[in-house]
């Protein structure tokens, strides 16, 4: 019996059996496999975007939210504000980064308005103001802060902020004004030395980097360009504290003191500013009330003291009982949410606050753990690497016990001693370094411990940054004034090459879990770029979204001779960094 088959249908039949087979394979093959879990990210500053570059897309669905559709790349803002960068050198796009940095997640233009933790989903709206609900499994709020004015009267109408490329282009397009003013007018000494007067409120890292990078750039550029104008600049910074960078050891606060008289910036300490007008400014006493207020003249405020949550950050805080009264948002030393019965909300960045455990209050249980006769710090150091992954105060990093040597205690007194030991702690500053080594931290979290649903493994955060022995010091440190000392010394061309590698290492280290491991086995850098030439950072805006937040720097500022060669970030990051080996000789 012969069968007969029209031509093609023996094929069609194949077809058929072969796209059924498929089809199960694929059934079963999705049934035995576990769906990823939905991670919320907001903000686009160095927490989001550090997080997105090292969070496994193999085991999360990630989505990006957030209203600015750039990166601003923050330490280098003091270089904006005086010309030394142009705007593409300090900001890329997202959707271009993530996809240069192969980040297979979603970014969304939205801007979140309020976080159903409950429910588990946000509340967000588009450019219409449309709402928009996003659920999550996870989510890790890194939307920073904004700029305290302290309600001060003037400061919101006369001064000058530093968060972001816009306040960065006002300060110097403010400056170029003043000096243009004084070149043609004719104008007397004394009105051309109060608008030439340069004054930054607030000595903490931000404030330091602006003081620090108009020095430079008045000593090396002002003074070729405007060599009649030139004697007339002056640069003060004011801080309320007894030091400048208060949250930094003394030594570095009274290095960068030294630094700034050599430089001549005038340096006001414990002195607060208490109101702004037009042409002055009046500061009084933090130490004594009853002396007279000052009144001082000035050209250019610049604001950067201090910083105030959010409306979304107060809006959540009060939806936390535990968490009704603060201003601002507490987080324990796994960088959890402090309040809620969930472990899935995450904070890093400038929103929030570390609050560790309380070692005073497990005084039995560590004095269980040290098993000794004799309570004394010594015994403590020998096993702080063990005790910081679950108090990071603990750690030789944030507990000096070379001068805090104490032996033969009771256990009152070891317990008054731990009490000492937690009230010493100080959280994280609100730096862009710190903020990056926080992504670090929760990303190797999500990816290593998350999903085995066991948090009690989960080692504490415990941020470190080292730079010269027993020196802690920022990154945001350096590249601020710094170099200002060091690029004047008299370095040949081959010991600058040889500070190139040194810096590389420094930045291409991470903490976690209280060791440091070297980025590139599991930690990627928006300053690591392989392009030698360091133009690459200066990708342009194409992604079809049209906004004009990607467009070049149209403030026409960029023509003026007074304004050196713009670079790109990498480069000046290099500069910078070849000076940071020798902080050690210096100091």
């Known amino acids: 019996m012969s069968i007969r088959m029209r031509k093609g249908q023996f094929s069609d039949i194949f077809r058929k059996i072969k796209y059924a087979c498929e089809k199960k394979w694929k059934s079963d093959k999705n049934n035995g496999e576990k769906k990823k879990e939905n991670v919320v990210v907001l903000g686009s500053g160095w927490g989001g975007i550090h997080f997105m570059l090292n969070i496994d897309f193999e085991k999360y669905n990630v989505t990006l939210v957030s209203p600015r ?9 003091p270089c904006l504000c005086s010309g030394t960068l142009s705007v593409k050198s300090c ?26 933790y409950n429910d588990k989903y946000i509340i967000c709206k588009d450019k219409n103001d449309k709402q928009v609900k996003i659920f999550y499994d996870y989510l890790v ?42 070149k043609i007018k004719n104008y007397s000494e004394e009105k051309k030395k109060n608008l030439l007067h340069i004054v930054v409120v607030g000595g903490g890292p931000t404030g330091v980097e602006v003081a620090g990078e108009f020095a430079d750039f008045v000593n090396k550029e002002i003074k070729n360009k405007y060599k009649n104008i030139y004697p007339y600049i002056s640069i003060s910074i004011i801080e309320s504290g007894n030091k400048l960078l208060p949250t930094f050891t003394e030594n570095i606060s009274n290095f960068t003191k030294n630094n700034f008289n050599i430089l001549n910036i005038n340096v006001y300490t414990n002195y607060c500013v208490t109101e702004i007008d037009e ?21 250019l405020i610049i604001w950067a003291s201090g910083i105030k949550q959010t409306i979304l950050i107060n809006n ?22 402090i309040g809620l019965n969930t472990f899935n909300i995450f904070a890093i960045g400038d929103c929030k606050i570390i609050k560790p455990l309380q070692l005073h209050k497990y005084t039995y249980e560590i004095i269980n753990f040290l098993n000794t006769n004799n309570l004394n710090s010594n015994c403590l150091k020998l096993k702080s690497k063990e005790l910081c992954k679950i108090f990071p105060q603990v750690s030789e990093n944030k507990w000096d016990y070379f001068n805090n040597k104490k032996d033969n205690m009771n256990e009152i007194e070891f317990e008054n001693y731990l009490h000492k030991i937690d009230l010493n702690y100080k959280t994280p500053s609100p730096t862009a370094q710190n903020a990056k080594q926080e992504a670090y931290y929760l990303s190797y979290i999500f990816n290593n411990y998350l999903q085995n649903k066991n948090n009690v493994l989960i080692p504490s955060f415990l941020d470190t940054w080292k730079a010269s022995p027993n020196m802690e010091i920022s990154f945001t440190f350096f590249v601020g004034h710094i170099s200002n000392k060091v690029l004047r010394s008299t ?81 000046i990051l290099l500069r910078r960094g070849r000076c940071a080996a020798s902080i050690r000789a210096s100091m």
């Open 69 to 77: 559709n750039y990166f601003t790349f923050t330490p280098l803002l």
């Open 91 to 116: 900001k890329e796009n997202v959707k271009n980064f993530l996809k240069k940095n192969n980040c297979t997640s979603n970014y969304l233009q939205y801007e979140c308005t309020d976080i159903m």
């Open 141 to 182: 709020i890194a939307v920073g802060a904004k700029s305290n004015s302290f309600n001060i009267k003037g400061v919101d109408k006369y001064a000058f902020f530093v968060k972001d490329i816009e306040d960065a282009l006002k300060i110097r397009n403010k400056f170029l004004q003043n000096l243009e003013k004084c």
């Open 279 to 299: 042409y002055y400014f009046f500061i009084q006493s933090s130490l004594n009330q009853n002396e007279k207020k000052k009144k001082i003249p000035y050209g």
């Open 316 to 337: 959540f805080l009060k939806k936390i009982p535990e968490q009704v009264h603060n201003n601002i948002l507490n987080v324990n030393s796994h960088l959890n949410v």
């Open 491 to 571: 370095l040949s061309l081959d010991q600058l090459n040889a500070f190139h590698q040194p810096f590389l290492m420094l930045l291409s280290t991470a903490t976690e879990n209280g060791k440091t491991v070297e980025k590139c086995s599991n930690a990627r850098d928006v300053s690591g770029d392989s392009d030698d030439s360091g133009d690459s950072d200066d990708s342009d805006d194409s992604d079809g979204s049209g906004d004009s937040d990607d467009s070049d720097d149209s403030d026409g500022s960029g023509d003026n001779d007074v304004f050196p060669k713009q670079i790109s970030a990498r480069k």
